[in-house]
């Protein structure tokens, strides 16, 4: 099981102060996040993609190789790459030189994104963007695989005898989640290519996630990938925690209710009851968090969304204290317990590596 945190690189204004960061200080701010999930024990660090105000993490692999300069341990990934408006000849170099640079930690979530306007401005049509995604991603697969390609399909130019440089670590290229709050089609096609599927649990209520996790469950077993319990799911949530639950209320309260997500609409009353946001104390994160097994079976990946809605850095490096010293040990502990030897971890370079020679044929 690992535990991390996504960021979706917001520039927003702070509530309490009214002062907005630049871009270059929100910048510095998600890499100095980043190097505090390590230090208090996180698995993972994870960042979006966008290419439009008011978000900065235009350039991932750039933001992430640079992280990996600077840490030892941490799982580097996308909390999406935007398989609809990204060439997927681009994608497949740029996360092959992240693997070399950090050392195989590097995994890849692709995503449509939550950005319309996006799409023209690579030259797409958001109306493909189902068949961007497949036509994509099928393509990217390959790039990693086979070593010469040729190609040709809708949305981009032929490939004629192609090598994509540098070749994936080890020939095993970086492992791949497909993330969605909304599309069945993204959760079949992760069940297809035996793929892991990440359900962003963050806006929804559950019942709507219990049934996209069940088709992919399904869907993989049906694709001969394994049985439904071992298919590879992750999970986003979304917490702020003080000791005291009121004053963790609070505190977060004039956060909710400007940020640009979800501020000015339901209440954060409301919004804690349909939704996996959780708002108090440590323990009443532990407990929500929990929950999620209950709903969703066992699952190999648990990321959670902390520096948003204009939270100063300092406040968000109190969080992941609290998140790395008082809920992820437990998290570990109890998510531990009863949980079948058949249900796999979640995938590293290492294990696709084990996996890889495990498979190949011994010379009689």
Not at 184 to 213: C, M, S, T, V
């Amino acid at each position: 099981m690992q535990f991390g945190i996504f960021s979706v690189g917001d520039v927003t204004m702070d509530p309490t102060t009214g002062r907005t960061p630049t871009e270059h200080e929100r910048i510095k701010a998600m890499v100095t996040i980043a190097l505090k999930a390590e230090e208090v024990g996180l698995d993972v660090f994870a960042t979006g993609e966008h290419h439009n105000p008011p978000f900065v993490p235009s350039s991932p692999t750039t933001m992430l190789g640079y992280i990996a300069a600077k840490t030892e341990r941490l799982v580097l990934s996308t909390a999406t790459t935007l398989i609809t408006t990204s060439d997927p000849v681009k994608i497949a170099e740029d996360f092959a030189m992240l693997q070399h640079l950090a050392e195989g930690r590097v995994d890849v979530m692709m995503g449509r994104g939550n950005t319309g306007p996006v799409y023209p401005w690579f030259g797409q049509d958001i109306r493909q963007g189902i068949p961007l995604a497949i036509e994509n991603y099928a393509l990217l697969r390959r790039l990693w695989r086979e070593d010469v390609v040729d190609w040709e399909g809708r949305f981009r130019t032929p490939l004629q005898g192609f090598t994509s440089t540098p070749r994936p670590l080890d020939g095993v290229p970086p492992f791949v989640w497909h993330g969605s709050i909304r599309s069945p089609e993204i959760a079949e096609q992760a069940a297809y290519y035996g793929d892991g599927f990440f359900a962003n649990n963050i806006f929804w209520p559950k019942e709507h996630f219990i049934r996209l996790i069940n088709l992919y469950r399904q869907r993989y077993a049906h694709y001969g990938h394994g049985t439904p319990e071992q298919a590879i799911v992750g999970l986003g949530g979304q917490v702020f925690m003080r000791k005291n639950s009121q004053d963790a209320v609070r505190e977060f309260r004039p956060y909710f209710d400007n940020a640009p997500v979800y501020g000015h609409g339901p209440s954060l009353e409301e919004f804690t009851e349909e939704t996996p946001l959780t708002v108090g104390s440590p323990q009443q994160v532990i407990d929500r968090t929990l929950e999620f097994r209950e709903f969703f079976g066992d699952y190999q990946r648990q990321l959670f969304l902390m520096d948003h809605a204009g939270l100063p850095l300092k406040t968000v490096l109190e969080q992941l204290d609290l998140l790395g010293e008082e809920v992820v040990p437990v998290l570990r502990k109890e998510l531990a317990k009863d949980r079948p030897a058949e249900v796999p971890d979640a995938p590293t370079h290492a294990s696709l590596l084990a996996a890889k020679t495990a498979a190949q044929p011994v010379d009689a």
